[in-house]
Structure formats: structure tokens, C-alpha cells
């Protein structure tokens, strides 16, 4: 438990299941996490409480990621706690099922919706953290993407067109903020969540018949992507890495 050690991370939408699962696997190996949220204090809460190594002094924050003057605050706030941080993991997301044939009910307030967290969130925290993870020259930012930014086939089409985007944010920030700050995104397939848990088993046995390994992704596979970018894929960014069980082979 030291790959990490001294390490800081942040990870936005930490109280999901996805990150909740980035959050365990840094904290196993050494890092001090701050579990970010918006709106799910007591969750985020009782997760930084129950992390392993304690003595990292685990956080809850708020980081509404639309809410560029907060990004901003708790960034100072950062500073001031730890004097530093060294990953930043972009797990937030919004979305709602919406069948890809009715356009009409993919209305302008959920598009919105939509690219704003999705979107321009990620750039946001990246824009607020930015000089943060520069300080130690060696800062490493993670964007969850989804494979269905390259598939066209997710819970909705704006859904999957923000995630394209991400995957570009991904590439042009990688190249304004080397050589100091990586950043690389990890494409997860269908991840076994609490969403995933309300689909049909005949939506996720058809998933899984498509998926080379024949399995769905965990948060920790996810978790483990994360750390293995930040601990020995060190001369890796710009590049968009598929966590699926081979599903995009299919």
C-alpha cells in the first residue's frame, strides 16, 4: 500500500458507483483521495470515512462541475489542506435514457443538461486545477469517456456525442498543458452499477454475447486503468484507453 504514497487525488462524482470504485483503488495504494460531489453529500461523506489508509486524512468536497467559481474555491481549498495535488479524475456525468429514434423527446433542457456537465465540466475542473497539478511537474488528469463516443449507441445520442467530446478535450488539453500535466481518458464499457442493476437481463446478456471477455466492466477495473496510468504508464497521454471486455472489437 505505498505506490501512491504522498500522493493526492481528486475525484469528481466520487460518490457514484464508478467513482466510488477509482476512490477504493487509489486509497488502497497509498493516496490521500477527496471524494468530489455535487449533490450527494452524506454518500461522499461516509465514503471518505470508510477508505482505506485513514491516515491520509480522506475528504468529502463539493465540486458542482458547472459551477466554475466553486472549482475555483475548492481548488484554494486544496492548496491550503495539502499543498498539492497530483490526480484529477473526471468521473462526473449526466444522462438520461432517451430510445435514439425519438428525437423529440431528447428536449433542449436535457441537451443542455447534458453537454454542460458532461462537457464543459470536464474542461472546468481541468481549467480550475490546472496550475495545482503543474506544480510538481508530473500532474495527471483521467477523463472518463465511454465507448459510446466511438460506437454512436449509449443511453442517449447527446449522451454519446458528449463523450466524443471528452475524447477531443482529452487530446487538445494533452497537448496545451504538456509536458507538466498528462491527461488521458479511459473508455469504460457497460460498467456494472446501480443503473446497470434496473436494465433488462436480456439488454445485458445481449452486451455481454457482443463482449469478447463476457463480462461486464467493474468500477474497479475502472479504478485499476486509473492506476496504472498514474504509477507505470507514465509516458502515456493524449489517448483514449478502452476499458470494456473488448466490447468495441465486436
Not at 15 to 41: D, F, H, K, M, P
Not at 131 to 158: E, F, K, P, T, Y
Amino acid at each position: 500500500m505505498s505506490t501512491l504514497n504522498g500522493k493526492v487525488a481528486l475525484v469528481t462524482g466520487g460518490a457514484g458507483s464508478i467513482g466510488s470504485g477509482i476512490c477504493e483503488v487509489l486509497a488502497e495504494q497509498g493516496a490521500t483521495v477527496v471524494v468530489g460531489y455535487n449533490s450527494s453529500r452524506n454518500v461522499a461523506t461516509a465514503l471518505a470515512d470508510r477508505l482505506p489508509n485513514s491516515q491520509a486524512r480522506h475528504l468529502a468536497r463539493a465540486a458542482p462541475v458547472t459551477d466554475s467559481d466553486k472549482l475555483s474555491s475548492l481548488a484554494r481549498n486544496l492548496d491550503e489542506q495539502y499543498g498539492r495535488l497530483d490526480i484529477l479524475v473526471n468521473c462526473h456525468g449526466a444522462t438520461r435514457f432517451v430510445p435514439a429514434e425519438n428525437l423529440d423527446a431528447l428536449d433542449d433542457e436535457l441537451i443542455d443538461h447534458v453537454l454542460a456537465t458532461n462537457v464543459r465540466g470536464t474542461f472546468a475542473t481541468v481549467r480550475a486545477f490546472k496550475s495545482l497539478l503543474a506544480r510538481n511537474s508530473a500532474g495527471l488528469v483521467v477523463n472518463i469517456s465511454s465507448i459510446s463516443a466511438s460506437l454512436g449507441i449509449g443511453s442517449n445520442i447527446m449522451y454519446c456525442a458528449s463523450k466524443a467530446a471528452v475524447d477531443t478535450l482529452t487530446k487538445s488539453l494533452a497537448l496545451a498543458l504538456a509536458p507538466k500535466v498528462r491527461v488521458v481518458a479511459v473508455s469504460p464499457g457497460l460498467v456494472v452499477t446501480k443503473a446497470a442493476d434496473k436494465f433488462d437481463q436480456s439488454l445485458l446478456d445481449a452486451h455481454m454475447a457482443h463482449t469478447p471477455l463476457e463480462r461486464l466492466t467493474t468500477p474497479h477495473d475502472i479504478g485499476n486503468a486509473v492506476l496504472s496510468l498514474a504509477t507505470h504508464l507514465t509516458a502515456v497521454t493524449g489517448v483514449i484507453i478502452p476499458v470494456d471486455g473488448g466490447r468495441t472489437l465486436s
